[in-house]
């Protein structure tokens, strides 16, 4: 009964922002580390962040340093990440994911999954 519900995809300009939520229910969320990975066409699936909801570690891919912002609300159960600054090649379905690890290696760590949003950023 473990479910993910993202919310926050859509179209946006080069330049602007988007908030994605990823909602969590049937799991306890703080013994969670919650991820946001993204796939665009003809490549592979990428971690984008995540957060551990143990201890607050938290983890940025290199390309989203500095405009991509992921957060925790607890009372909420929701994992939100803020995307700023977007570039036409953050364009991609992102998902959001949870496993009871530290921080995942690859997407094979995760147990559950949301059912990806489409980002799409025009130029």
């Known amino acids: 009964e473990e479910q993910l519900v993202e919310s926050g995809g859509g179209l946006v300009q080069a330049g602007g922002s988007l908030r994605l939520s990823c909602t969590a229910s049937?799991?306890?969320?703080?013994?969670?580390?919650i991820g946001w990975l993204r796939q665009a066409p003809g490549k592979v699936r990428e971690g984008v962040a995540c957060v551990s909801n143990r201890n607050g570690d938290t983890y940025y891919t290199d390309s989203v340093k500095g405009r991509f912002t992921i957060s925790a609300d607890g009372a909420k159960n929701t994992v939100y990440l803020q995307m700023s600054s977007l570039k036409p090649e953050d364009t991609a379905v992102y998902y959001c994911?949870?496993?009871?690890?530290?921080?995942?290696?690859?997407?094979?760590?995760?147990?559950?999954w949301g059912q990806g949003t489409q980002v799409t950023v025009s130029s």
């Open positions: 994911a949870a496993v009871l690890t530290g921080i995942p290696s690859s997407q094979y760590d995760y147990d559950y």
């Open positions: 049937g799991l306890s969320f703080d013994e969670y580390t």
